[in-house]
């Protein structure tokens, strides 16, 4: 060690010392190479008879150096927090293994009860993990409660050494009475992927415990997130969901919505930069109106969400009185949108919330089923190269009874013949002979997926017509089928709506399914359906802010909706 070395370590031991038994050589950025070169640092550590935190961050550590500094941890069994982050910058990739299992074992020798182990920014990949594998699944990290993994590269094969950990501390503290109860899970920037993701899901659900989990940057698509989201549904207790910079798409952001819906006492959400889109943003929306009471933060920001997508989720602020910071940059809502939101904003004396709009993409283009390579269609066979390895995402799709669904539509021969029939080749004489089995036209509905019956939907309205007996069958199977469908949760209706509003191409939508002609027959029928008891005030709400906003789309309809629109505000204005 070099003579200016020492003596800047000399130097410095004097303010090591930092009360609360802690010892910190944080920043000092000493090159720690051998035994020799940590003589003082060690005699500092084994003179400090009740050392509960040890802070070496911004130093650089070699093998030798940590195994002095790992035999004089093994009589520290008062220690319980390890800020060991940017510990070995310039070191091989060979060492920093060898490194971490010297300071683990003084950990283990020591009997030492960790509740922090802080080892961000240190690019050790899947061997870095092998190399505190032990430690995690000891007894020493029984009593953990924050891990700190930012920036680690750990991969797929990282992440999965992790979680076995993590789960095999979790059965053997379960054995001595002692659960592990992690609260705070940090693991940005390792390229986890779907795998990764996935098998850290596992984990996650086992625990239960966890308050604050971030994961930005990770390289996860719809199905790692879909198992998260499953995961989080048994963390009661989570306050923020850091899952910036992934790649939701619909249906990552629908399944993630669900998980929220269960979860009171979130107070943080950062999904920026996720491609939420617009039916992502609704579910959201959905998901603020119906629960989240004690919110503060929500971040959607560069998530190619569009005007009247971002007016509805500004729209269910307004009864969350903790809101503090609401981030919609980087969309697609022009100057227009972008003024928009802002009057609603501030309308209910939230424009001081609202984050810049400084980075808005603008409008959307027309066309909405370009292929960007993230269309959830074109995702499908994701999985085999960054997918769950046995992980199905659509056993977390959870229907509205708490079973699971795949989202398929039901086979013909689930339906009546009669029923087959008219499906087929709707027309309004198979639909009046139907009678009372046109309660078999609606399939079973995920939650999630609403697809097959919104179609079935549309069938029914395009068969409106005048003739008296005809309209009254249309549009009393009409309320049936739509009735069904808005009276479960918020997220059902919402997703049910946006559903709608994608396939007559008023909202955009992604992957590539085939819209559906405008009629004036479905304008009539939703008109005649604001009027009904189960059209809530909300939902009229969400469909006049999308319709008001795309009316271009209506044009080839305009007589229609007019009467739709007049029906839509007079509903708006009702008590609700």
């Given at each position: 060690m070099a003579a200016d070395d020492i003596a800047q370590l000399v130097n410095t031991l004097s303010k090591t010392h930092l009360g609360d038994g802690e010892l910190s050589y944080k920043g000092l950025g000493l090159k720690l190479d051998n035994a020799e070169s940590v003589e003082e640092l060690v005699q500092e550590i084994e003179q400090y008879q009740d050392l509960k935190?040890?802070?070496?961050?911004?130093?650089?550590?070699?093998?030798?150096?940590?195994?002095?500094?790992?035999?004089?941890?093994?009589?520290?069994?008062?220690?319980?927090?390890?800020?060991?982050?940017?510990?070995?910058?310039?070191?091989?990739?060979?060492?920093?293994?060898?490194?971490l299992k010297s300071l683990s074992s003084?950990?283990?020798?020591?009997?030492?009860?960790?509740?922090?182990?802080?080892?961000?920014?240190?690019?050790?990949?899947?061997?870095?993990v092998k190399g505190i594998d032990q430690l995690l699944r000891s007894a020493a990290c029984h009593t953990l409660r924050e891990l700190r993994l930012n920036n680690c590269g750990m991969g797929i094969g990282g992440g999965k050494i992790l979680a076995e950990a993590l789960l095999e501390c979790h059965r053997q503290s379960l054995v001595v009475g002692t659960p592990l109860r992690l609260r705070v899970f940090v693991a940005g920037r390792n390229r986890l992927e779907n795998e990764g993701a996935s098998a850290l899901a596992k984990a996650f659900q086992t625990m239960g415990s966890l308050e604050e989990v971030h994961m930005p940057q990770n390289g996860i698509n719809h199905a790692g997130v879909t198992a998260l989201a499953a995961a989080m549904r048994h963390n009661a207790d989570l306050r923020v969901l850091n899952l910036n910079d992934n790649t939701f798409t619909?249906?990552?952001?629908?399944?993630?919505?669900?998980a929220l819906g269960q979860l009171r006492n979130i107070q943080v959400i950062n999904f920026g930069d996720c491609l939420v889109r617009c039916e992502g943003a609704i579910a959201l929306a959905a998901v603020l109106r119906e629960g989240l009471p004690v919110l503060k933060e929500l971040n959607v920001s560069f998530g190619e969400i569009t005007e009247a997508a971002a007016l509805v989720v500004a729209q269910t602020l307004m009864d969350k009185p903790h809101m503090e910071k609401v981030d919609l940059n980087g969309n697609c809502l022009g100057e227009e949108g972008c003024e928009a939101l802002r009057e609603v904003m501030e309308s209910q004396d939230k424009g001081d919330m609202l984050a810049s709009l400084s980075d808005d993409e603008g409008e959307a283009d027309d066309?909405?089923?370009?292929?960007?390579?993230?269309?959830?269609?074109?995702?499908?066979?994701?999985?085999?190269?960054?997918?769950?390895?046995?992980?199905?995402?659509?056993?977390?799709?959870?229907?509205?009874?708490?079973?699971?669904?795949?989202?398929?539509?039901?086979?013909?021969?689930?339906?009546?013949?009669?029923?087959?029939?008219?499906?087929?080749?709707?027309?309004?004489?198979?639909?009046?002979?139907?009678?009372?089995?046109?309660?078999?036209?609606?399939p079973e509905v995920n939650i999630l997926d609403p697809h097959k019956a919104v179609e079935v939907l549309?069938?029914?309205?395009?068969?409106?017509?005048?003739?008296?007996?005809?309209?009254?069958?249309?549009?009393?199977?009409?309320?049936?089928?739509?009735?069904?469908?808005?009276?479960?949760?918020?997220?059902?209706?919402?997703?049910?709506?946006?559903t709608l509003l994608v396939l007559i191409g008023v909202l955009k939508g992604e992957g590539k399914k085939k819209k559906e002609p405008l009629t004036p027959g479905l304008l009539l029928c939703l008109e005649h359906a604001v009027q009904q008891d189960y059209f809530a005030q909300h939902h009229a709400s969400l469909l006049h802010t999308i319709l008001s906003n795309n009316r271009k789309a209506l044009k080839s309809c305009c007589g229609s909706m007019d009467g739709l629109s007049s029906a839509l505000e007079k509903r708006c204005l009702d008590e609700p």
């Open positions: 935190v040890l802070r070496l961050e911004g130093n650089t550590l070699g093998v030798d150096a940590a195994r002095a500094i790992a035999k004089a941890l093994e009589s520290k069994d008062q220690l319980q927090r390890c800020y060991w982050s940017d510990l070995f910058t310039g070191r091989l990739r060979s060492e920093i293994p060898v490194a003084g950990l283990m020798i020591a009997g030492a009860r960790l509740t922090v182990l802080d080892l961000s920014d240190n690019a050790f990949g899947p061997d870095g619909k249906r990552g952001t629908l399944a993630m919505a669900q066309e909405d089923d370009e292929d960007d390579g993230h269309d959830d269609e074109d995702d499908e066979d994701d999985d085999a190269s960054n997918g769950c390895n046995g992980c199905n995402e659509e056993d977390y799709f959870v229907k509205e009874n708490g079973t699971t669904a795949n989202g398929e539509s039901p086979s013909k021969s689930q339906f009546p013949e009669e029923v087959s029939s008219f499906l087929d080749c709707p027309s309004a004489e198979k639909l009046l002979e139907l009678g009372e089995m046109r309660r078999h036209l609606l549309l069938k029914v309205a395009s068969l409106y017509s005048e003739e008296p007996v005809a309209k009254a069958t249309v549009l009393e199977t009409f309320d049936m089928l739509l009735r069904k469908l808005l009276s479960g949760s918020a997220l059902q209706a919402y997703t049910t709506l946006s």
